[in-house]
């Protein structure tokens, strides 16, 4: 079993739609969990952090489930820019990020 | 100013070659990671280092050889490259271990023919 799982999609909305994408980590240790953004042939870039609480940014929700050991990113009222390939990270260790395979959404107008 | 540089951004060469690809980070960061990114997209981590020291050596085959002069340096040199080796490599800092977000370079795309 992978550390980081994420179903690979392609997830195909439109635009205004609401999509969530889940993350599972298999490590119970793991205390601390981001979600990364990575764009086509461009280096990943920090989306959000997601706090024990859950958070939000804007259109953006992160939660944490400890129980079931998975992360989740609701996006909402979707743009067309928001089309891009989302990774979950875990760190296992202090110096140990984890990353997920990542989740392609596509946006179509 | 770019936070994460790391040259060269694309290197083609042959197998049996040796090659290296350099990473600066003028953040201050202590610790600093490479990765690498295969054709699945899979980002797998290679090595992690803090303050210069070795922390985390990901089962990364000896041909592959990390040097971190200082910490805002961390280069990787690559000996008697395979296809296999053939991938896009990151090279990534953070303020320290721990709960800190990690900063990418824009990669290295290796292609070994």
């Known amino acids: 079993r992978k550390e980081v799982e994420q179903d690979p999609g392609p997830f195909n909305v439109p635009e205004g739609a609401t999509v969530a994408f889940n993350c599972t980590y298999s490590n119970s240790a793991s205390q601390s969990f981001f979600w990364y953004r990575q764009d086509c042939r461009k280096e990943p870039k920090l989306l959000m952090s997601?706090?024990?609480s859950g958070n939000e940014d804007g259109r953006f929700t992160a939660q944490l489930n400890r129980a079931s050991q998975y992360i989740s990113l609701l996006i909402r009222d979707s743009k067309l820019s928001d089309s891009a390939t989302y990774l979950c990270?875990?760190?296992?260790?202090?110096?140990?990020?984890?990353f997920g395979r990542g989740t392609s959404l596509i946006v179509h107008p | 100013d770019t936070a994460v540089s790391q040259t060269p951004k694309y290197l083609v060469t042959q197998m049996g070659n040796d090659k290296s690809i350099k990473c600066e980070q003028n953040l201050g960061h202590d610790t600093m990671y490479w990765y690498k990114q295969d054709s699945k997209k899979f980002l797998k981590i290679m090595f992690s280092y803090n303050n210069k020291e070795l922390i985390i050596n990901e089962t990364v085959p000896n041909r592959f050889s990390p040097k971190s002069p200082d910490k805002a340096h961390l280069n990787l040199h690559i000996n008697s490259l395979e296809l296999g080796d053939s991938a896009v490599y990151f090279c990534a800092s953070s303020r320290q271990g721990g709960d800190e977000k990690l900063f990418f370079g824009s990669g290295t795309q290796l292609s070994v023919l």
């Open positions: 997601v706090y024990s």
């Open positions: 990270v875990a760190l296992r260790g202090s110096y140990i990020p984890t």
